[in-house]
C-alpha cells in the first residue's frame, strides 16, 4: 500500500505565501510521479500541478501558473508544493496524490492523502 500525508496548510492573508508537503510511504513505485489537487466547498477536485519522478516533465492548472512552483526530493520521498502571491480563490483542501505515470486529472492517480486545509484570507 501507498501513504501519503501532507502537511504545511494554515490561514494566510491575501498576498502572502505557504509551503506544502506531502511525504509518501510505502509501496511507492521505483519510480512514480506526484501531484497536487485541491476542492473548495461545493466544487469538484481541481488539478493543481504535477511533477514526474525526475523531474524534467512538470504541469500546472492554469489558475496557478506563474504562482506556484511544485518540486520533490526523491531521497526524502516528498514533493513539494511552493504557493506564492495568495488570493482568497486559493482557498480549498488540498491533496496529494500518487501513481506511476504523471497525470493531470483525478482519475490519473490512484493513491491519496488525506488533504491539508489553506485558507486565504482576503
Known amino acids: 500500500q501507498v501513504q501519503l500525508v501532507e502537511s504545511g496548510g494554515g490561514l494566510v492573508q491575501a498576498g502572502g505565501s505557504l509551503r506544502l508537503s506531502c511525504v509518501a510511504s510505502?509501496?511507492?513505485?521505483?519510480?512514480?510521479?506526484m501531484g497536487w489537487f485541491r476542492q473548495a466547498p461545493g466544487k469538484e477536485r481541481e488539478f493543481v500541478a504535477a511533477?514526474?519522478?525526475?523531474?524534467?516533465?512538470?504541469y500546472y492548472g492554469d489558475s496557478v501558473k506563474g504562482r506556484f512552483t511544485i518540486s520533490r526530493d526523491n531521497a526524502k520521498n516528498t514533493v513539494y508544493l511552493q504557493m506564492n502571491s495568495l488570493k482568497p480563490e486559493d482557498t480549498a483542501v488540498y491533496y496529494c496524490?500518487?501513481?506511476?505515470?504523471?497525470?493531470?486529472?483525478?482519475?490519473?492517480?490512484?493513491?491519496w492523502g488525506q488533504g491539508t486545509q489553506v485558507t486565504v484570507s482576503s
Open positions: 496524490a500518487l501513481d506511476f505515470l504523471i497525470g493531470t486529472k483525478v482519475a490519473s492517480y490512484r493513491y
Open positions: 510505502g509501496r511507492t513505485f521505483s519510480r512514480n510521479a
Open positions: 511533477i514526474s519522478w525526475l523531474g524534467n516533465s512538470i
